[in-house]
């Protein structure tokens, strides 16, 4: 007996078969991947250090600045992705 899961997902692949990525679109997003990585440890080093610096009023401020640096890369994660996709119609 198949699961809610399984029993949705086949439908939906009725209905939006996915698109196959070729060998190059997967090595670009894993390009992609690897750069917002580094990108995101670069801003986790930078203001955990100042984290640690802080007086206990601005790390509040700190903290926040970092939870909307990582949102903002893995946005610019999923659209560089997206773009990626969407040559072959799986956007």
């Known amino acids: 007996m198949k699961s809610?899961?399984?029993?949705?997902?086949?439908?939906?692949?009725?209905?939006?078969?996915?698109?196959?990525?070729?060998?190059?679109?997967?090595?670009?997003?894993?390009?992609?991947d690897q750069q917002i990585d580094a990108e995101i440890a670069g801003k986790?080093?930078?203001?955990?250090?100042?984290?640690?610096?802080?007086e206990?009023?601005?790390?509040?401020?700190?903290?926040?600045q970092l939870a909307s640096e990582i949102a903002r890369l893995e946005e610019k994660r999923e659209r560089e992705k997206g773009k990626i996709r969407s040559a072959t119609g799986m956007g």
């Open 4 to 32: 809610a899961y399984e029993l949705a997902m086949e439908r939906l692949e009725k209905v939006a078969p996915a698109a196959q990525l070729s060998a190059e679109q997967k090595a670009r997003l894993a390009e992609v």
């Open 56 to 64: 206990f009023h601005e790390q509040d401020s700190i903290r926040r």
């Open 44 to 54: 986790r080093v930078f203001l955990e250090g100042q984290l640690a610096k802080a």
